[in-house]
């Protein structure tokens, strides 16, 4: 499908009003000539205001055991490298991992794992039950998503019943000849029990759930189309579209092999990430520590909605950095979370670390009509508020808290419902005071 320039505005201005595109549309506008970027990243970055509002959200991975079975060839993990320290961690040494989490501010983190016998659904289920048991003078983390392998809908059920948050799974790549050529053994090389893998999830109660592309193992104009028809087919057959899509990149990572025929350039990703916010507007796109500190500030303009900080790919190595050869691949931005909070902070947007809508049962549909109808930014902006007036005054350095200071009153005055407005603003009175875990 090919637009001319009247097709394109009427296309730009249709996913201005965040009705999302069909997929030719999106495609039509991955091959749009670079003069109309500065366009494309504008309407994108109003569509992400229009949902979320300012508010950033932050969370980090908690790696629990880098055994694997599979043999991912672009996965540092994968059972054929020798070269890497093998670490599964134990129940002790996980509660040590999510204390320290803690002290460093954050509320919520992604649990991961290698794929292998040692990690059963038994350990991980184990494993949230001691996130969710760690705490630090009274402060603990208050939100678990997970990205584990693909299983069964039994299984699904039961990670239901230890109250998760989001449930993520990549495809890494939809095309299927790479699929099996990415993955040449182990139990993840079946790409159709791995395609399926969220519709059992929602059949298991897993009502929020995460896609993503392993963007660089195949011609990333194909992997678009084929997650935008992932996410509709999901919509249409499930009730349900996608909760968060994730955008990694390939990066270097240690006892690697694999082809670099398709990497994208950073022109090419920045058009991707506006794209996947003007086609699918209710869903929050995560970008990881895998990108530059200053790719990162530019794609919040971008939508971005959620960014992992101060992450670690290795297990055990918030606690023990000196095990950081054992990491899943090389981040690029190694920012401390203070850091991060203040680069958000000075380019406008409020670092949040809300877990309300878990809290509040509103996921899945719910979640999903809330941010269509461009409701869920009035929960969004109140909730950023009270979590980073939590995180400045327990965990903020003075730079971060001269920099929320200037923002205070900007940040309130976003809030349209005055009534709600003033709420929040004696909240964020009560919270410097000393309160915590304050959300609507």
């Not at 920045?270 to 209710?282: F, G, N, S, T």
């Not at 958000?344 to 809508?357: A, D, E, K, L």
Request: hydrophobic fraction near 35%.
């Amino acid at each position: 499908m090919t637009m001319d320039a009247s097709q394109i505005r009427a296309t730009l201005q249709k996913a201005r009003e965040c009705h999302g595109l069909s997929t030719s549309e999106a495609d039509a506008l991955l091959s749009l000539p670079e003069e109309w970027d500065a366009e494309l990243f504008a309407r994108a970055r109003e569509v992400k205001d229009k949902i979320y509002g300012k508010r950033v959200v932050l969370f980090a991975p908690l790696y629990i055991s880098n055994y694997c079975s599979n043999s991912c060839l672009y996965c540092s993990f994968r059972m054929e490298n020798s070269a890497l320290k093998r670490v599964h961690l134990t129940q002790d040494e996980i509660r040590a991992e999510a204390e320290h989490l803690i002290k460093m501010g954050h509320k919520r983190v992604l649990l991961e794992t290698g794929e292998d016998d040692a990690s059963t659904l038994t350990y991980v289920l184990e494993s949230i039950n001691t996130i969710y048991g760690a705490s630090v003078n009274g402060h603990n983390i208050r939100r678990i998503n997970v990205n584990i392998a693909a299983t069964s809908t039994e299984n699904y059920r039961l990670l239901k019943r230890a109250n998760i948050g989001t449930y993520q799974l990549f495809q890494e790549t939809y095309h299927e000849p790479t699929y099996s050529q990415m993955h040449p053994a182990g139990p993840k090389s079946d790409y159709l029990y791995h395609l399926g893998a969220m519709e059992r999830a929602i059949d298991g109660g897993l009502d929020d759930y995460g896609l993503g592309v392993l963007f660089g193992l195949y011609d990333y104009r194909y992997e678009v189309r084929a997650l935008l028809d992932h996410a509709e087919h999901l919509k249409k057959s499930k009730g349900i579209g996608p909760h968060t899509i994730s955008v990694p990149r390939l990066r270097p990572a240690t006892g690697t092999d694999y082809p670099l025929k398709h990497l994208l350039t950073d022109a090419q990703f920045a058009r991707v990430v506006a794209i996947l916010r003007l086609a699918v507007p209710y869903t929050g796109i995560i970008l990881s520590t895998r990108e530059s500190p200053a790719m990162r500030d530019f794609l919040l303009d971008v939508g971005v909605s959620q960014i992992s900080a101060a992450s670690v790919t290795t297990p055990g190595g918030y606690a023990r950095p000196e095990d950081a050869d054992a990491g899943q691949f090389a981040g690029a931005d190694h920012r401390s979370l203070n850091e991060c909070v203040d680069s958000i902070i000075n380019r406008g947007y409020v670092p949040s670390f809300c877990t309300g809508c878990y809290r509040h049962q509103r996921t899945g549909l719910e979640f999903m009509h809330l941010a269509e109808e461009g409701h869920i930014k009035e929960f969004c902006q109140v909730n950023a508020i009270l979590t980073l007036a939590e995180f400045v005054a327990t965990y903020g350095t003075e730079s971060t808290r001269l920099a929320a200071d200037g923002q205070w009153e900007a940040w309130l005055r976003q809030i349209p419902d005055a009534k709600l407005r003033e709420q929040t603003r004696l909240d964020l009175a009560a919270v410097v005071m000393g309160e915590r875990d304050k959300y609507v």
